[in-house]
């Protein structure tokens, strides 16, 4: 004998009489019986279906703390025994406050590295955070420009340690997988060590060289750039220009013209570089026109004579005779504002007929193409323009000084105007500084570089063994690979790594050794990072054996995405399974990465690359505070004065579910609120199973050979919805993942939990009905919690935290058995889900139904292979009856039971009113009321 236990105080007896009319026990007419309501066993558990506001909050934290969240990721190094699973970090900038965009980066490694944990494999994921760089010393010098170098790097570096450690609080909070006090931020000695003696083994190489080269110059803000560190506008208004430039000597073909002026004509969307021109290039294999206008004669590109801008300059024009591009072979043509120097005509493959006049105005300073044909020919390379983005004073023509974006455009244009046909303005994509969010353009100067352009094969051929997802990403990828001929790493500003390079007074040559990198080392750990700008040249070469009169220090710095570029193997030292990061890092780390991986190792740092979309309002429009969109991921998880906290998993859910399977991730309260009944949905599955199992011992649990049909069926869905979701979780498909978790327990619910109620609620304690169903619940939130862990670790450990018998679902992993899979109920199952349906069609009420199934021999063969109660249970009859007919296929009959309602169970199987049905009799013999 036995008294079962009272009910928690939370669960009062209306409570229960209504979770048991939810379940379609009670129809409002029938009223259980006050007598047996102590004998029903209803689910007992504190934890919540839900939480927000101050409760989530705190909530969240007791979670952190009681689960041990911060000793997770040192927990399974120790543990785990399977081969080690790397992912390195891409490390954020150290600039303000966590956006939702680091949200869903953060949180999509974390589902990574957790999956791989439950998989048994020891992981590692140290993360990083990237701490030089122009936005934090703009905002170090704030408009002071007379603060010194040390002064501003002192600034900065307590910048960057603030925006870190509160960037480092957020990320805490979400969950992630790591230890917080192992990180590598790249101002760090060890770091600025490592990257030093890195620079010097891929210059002794060959691969880093400096070199006079037209790079992106930011006037703005007063350095190189490189093509990553570049935003592009599309609505840039430039001022454009047709622009003629008379012949002075021409070529066999057009001698006869030799009586009239003969003119090239170009068109420009920069008219302040005119100033540099040195040449006019045409394409060999392209045909020209020599068009007649106003008595004179102008060569443009046959394709182009009807183009829009070319019949606005010269309207009515005809055709005089054509020539092939070879023809123009000798010409010379004099410019404007130079008079008295001819300058040639030069055939160039960067030419084509898709804009303009076919005929490209060629200043070697200011663009790529331009260098190459200035190289090839000995032009003039000389930049006019100054760091400021002005011309220099000595170009003369009342420019000095003038800004060649703003004022100097008009001047040269007013200078010009003689000359120009057609003026307009140009709204077209131009290229901007990513931090200042102003212009850019291309201006030659001396520089440091790595030379891409020699490794390009290779890196070619290591990108090509790399695994990147998405696959349609891979073309893009090695198109970046093959269009950049090199890399400018140095930057004229002082917030940085210093490039460890003295120069030699007399000659500019620069002076770098082994010898002088250890040197540099030592004063790192002496004097700290800035001792290139703390001590003198005498005190830095001291001992080396070089005379510091005659020699001075650079004054660059190395660009940032070498700083992060070289992380792996400052950090890692050895290839990473895995990068993960949005997908403009194709242009960026990516790409810096491999260079740095090919050129120290000959392979690329990582085996595999997955990116995520970008994050847009619900709308699918780009977030800005202007249009007052901004989502702020501290406002979901910690609430805001209008709108309660929604909490981590909340916001985690969202990131799997929308993260992963788009280039555009959108966010916004609709979708958030979204996110959230889903979260409650499942935990109000979770709350039914932990209610049930809060008791359950090991010792009680039932071997898999003696369990009812309808848990055995649970089982194998169970493994079934396991494998699929392991699927998705390895081909990272968490969208799908989160998907196929809410179809699971929206099919658990309906066809296991709903029909396993009666067996829970009413069968003895012990007997071996009820723990069967107990023990398929075991194994269901076990199972399930499993696979929501990557997602939801947090949902996941409160509710393992609530039941003694389970375990934290970190630490078991993956927990599955193959005995689940059973292949007799996968040929059962089809024919017992068309049964029910067919009851659940034709009967108003299947639990008081009693069920004749007719059947040709096959299929009834199939059906003895379990009991009737068992049958009748998984299809939620009273009974069932199996005959054999002649008949293919199946029918069913059924008739209303004639028993009366049981006063404890209200099924119909009592035999008078007012009294119970057999089983709740045989249950309460034992139990003292």
Same mark, same amino acid.
């Given at each position: ?404 974006? /703003?004022? &100097?455009? $008009?001047?040269?244009?007013?200078? !010009?105007?003689? #000359? +120009? @046909? ?120 001291? /001992?080396? &054996?070089? $005379?510091?009169?005659?020699?001075? !220090?650079?004054? #660059? +710095? @190395? ?130 199973? !932990? ?239």
């Amino acid at each position: 004998m036995y008294v079962l236990h009272n009910l928690r105080p939370n669960f009062c007896s209306k409570c229960q009489i209504k979770r048991l009319h939810t379940s379609g026990w009670l129809t409002a007419k029938k009223v259980l019986s006050k007598k047996y309501t102590d004998t029903i066993l209803l689910p007992r558990t504190s934890f919540p279906v839900k939480l927000e506001g101050k409760k989530r909050i705190e909530r969240d934290k007791q979670i952190f703390d009681e689960c041990e969240f911060s000793k997770q990721y040192e927990w399974q190094r120790k543990h785990r025994i399977g081969p080690e699973f790397i992912l390195h970090d891409g490390p954020p900038y150290a600039n303000g406050n966590p956006h939702i965009g680091h949200a869903v980066n953060k949180i999509l490694k974390d589902m990574t590295v957790r999956f791989e944990c439950s998989q048994g494999r020891r992981v590692h994921f140290v993360t990083g955070w990237d701490c030089h760089g122009l936005p934090i010393e703009l905002k170090a010098v704030k408009g002071d420009k007379n603060l010194q170098p040390v002064k501003i790097r002192e600034i900065a570096e307590k910048f960057a340690s603030k925006s870190l450690d509160g960037q480092r609080d957020q990320f805490t909070k979400w969950g992630v997988l790591t230890n917080w006090d192992d990180h590598y931020r790249t101002m760090n000695k060890d770091y600025i060590k490592a990257q030093l003696r890195k620079f010097f083994e891929i210059y002794q190489k060959g691969y880093i060289f400096r070199g006079y080269m037209p790079v992106y110059w930011s006037p703005s803000s007063k350095t190189a750039l490189a093509e990553a560190e570049l935003e592009y506008n599309p609505e840039h208004r430039s001022t454009s220009v047709y622009v003629r430039f008379r012949l002075t000597s021409s070529s066999s073909k057009l001698d006869k013209f030799s009586g009239q002026n003969v003119y090239s004509l170009i068109w420009t969307t920069t008219p302040w570089s005119l100033l540099a021109n040195q040449a006019i290039c045409y394409n060999e294999r392209e045909s020209y026109s020599l068009l007649e206008y106003g008595g004179d004669v102008y060569i443009v590109a046959s394709k182009l004579v009807d183009s829009d801008g070319v019949r606005r300059c010269l309207k009515d024009c005809r055709i005089l005779d054509t020539v092939s591009g070879a023809d123009l072979a000798g010409c010379f043509y004099v410019h404007p504002l130079y008079p008295d120097v001819d300058r040639p005509l030069l055939g160039g493959d960067h030419v084509t007929s898709s804009s303009g006049t076919g005929l490209v105005h060629t200043a070697p300073a200011h663009g790529q193409d331009d260098f190459k044909i200035g190289l090839e020919h000995n032009l003039s390379l000389d930049c006019p323009v100054d760091e400021n983005g002005m011309y220099l004073d000595t170009v003369g023509f009342g420019l000095a000084g003038s800004s060649i974006l /703003g004022e &100097g455009t $008009d001047r040269i244009i007013e200078l !010009l105007k003689s #000359d +120009i @046909l057609l003026e307009e303005d140009f709204i077209h994509s131009y290229p901007y500084d990513w931090r200042t969010k102003k212009p850019v353009f291309i201006r030659a100067s001396k520089q440091w570089f790595f030379d891409t352009n020699k490794l390009k094969e290779k890196a070619l051929q290591a990108a090509r063994k790399v695994k990147i997802q998405p696959q349609s990403a891979v073309n893009g990828f090695q198109g970046v690979i093959e269009r950049r001929p090199y890399w400018c790493i140095s930057r004229q500003r002082v917030w940085g790594t210093p490039i460890p390079v003295i120069y030699n007074l007399r000659s500019d040559e620069s002076v770098v050794t082994e010898e002088l990198i250890g040197r540099y080392c030592d004063l790192i750990d002496q004097h700290g990072t800035g001792f290139w700008w703390k001590l003198d040249i005498a005190e830095i070469l001291e /001992g080396t &054996g070089l $005379d510091p009169s005659e020699h001075r !220090l650079g004054d #660059d +710095i @190395l660009d940032i995405w070498f700083d992060s570029g070289i992380s792996w193997a400052a950090v890692l030292g050895r290839q990473a399974d895995l990068y993960l990061e949005g997908l403009d890092q194709f242009s960026g780390w990516f790409y810096t990465s491999l260079f740095t991986g090919v050129a120290l190792t000959e392979e690329a740092p990582y085996k595999e690359i997955f990116v995520h979309g970008f994050t847009l309002d619900e709308n699918g429009n780009k977030m800005s505070k202007s249009l007052g969109n901004v989502v702020d991921p501290r406002d979901i998880v910690d609430g805001t004065k209008k709108k309660p906290a929604k909490g981590v998993d909340v916001l985690r859910w969202w990131v799997g579910l929308h993260a992963s399977g788009s280039t555009s991730v959108l966010v916004g309260d609709n979708i958030l609120s979204t996110s959230q009944m889903e979260v409650n949905k499942i935990r109000n599955m979770l709350r039914f199973c !932990l209610g049930q199992i809060n008791s359950l011992k090991s010792d009680r649990m039932v071997d898999y050979t003696e369990l009812m049909l309808l848990d055995k069926i649970l089982l194998h869905k169970l493994r079934v919805f396991q494998e699929s979701a392991l699927r998705s979780y390895k081909d990272k498909e968490y969208n799908k993942v989160c998907l196929s978790v809410l179809a699971f327990i929206s099919d658990v619910s309906a066809s296991h939990l709903h029909l396993a109620k009666d067996r829970l609620y009413c069968d003895a304690e012990s007997s071996l009905s009820r723990r069967s169903a107990l023990t398929g619940l075991f194994n269901l939130t076990q199972g399930l919690l499993g696979v929501l862990a990557p997602v939801v670790p947090h949902l996941a450990e409160e509710s393992a935290n609530s039941v003694e018998i389970l375990r934290s679902p970190t630490e078991v992993g993956w927990y599955s058995d193959e005995a689940w899979y059973n292949s007799q109920l996968l040929n059962s199952l089809p024919s017992l889900e068309d049964i029910r349906d067919r009851i659940n069609k034709e009967f108003s009420k299947p639990a008081e139904t009693k069920l004749t199934i007719k059947a040709d021999k096959e299929r009834l063969e199939d059906l003895k292979l379990y009991s009737c109660e068992d049958l009748a249970e998984v299809l939620g009859v009273l009974s069932v009856n199996l005959v054999q007919t002649d008949s293919q296929g199946f029918d069913i009959e059924g008739e209303r039971s004639e028993g009366a309602y049981c006063e404890r169970c209200r099924r119909p199987q009592a035999q008078n009113d007012h009294e119970l049905c057999k089983r709740c009799s045989d249950v309460l013999q034992n139990y003292e009321i």
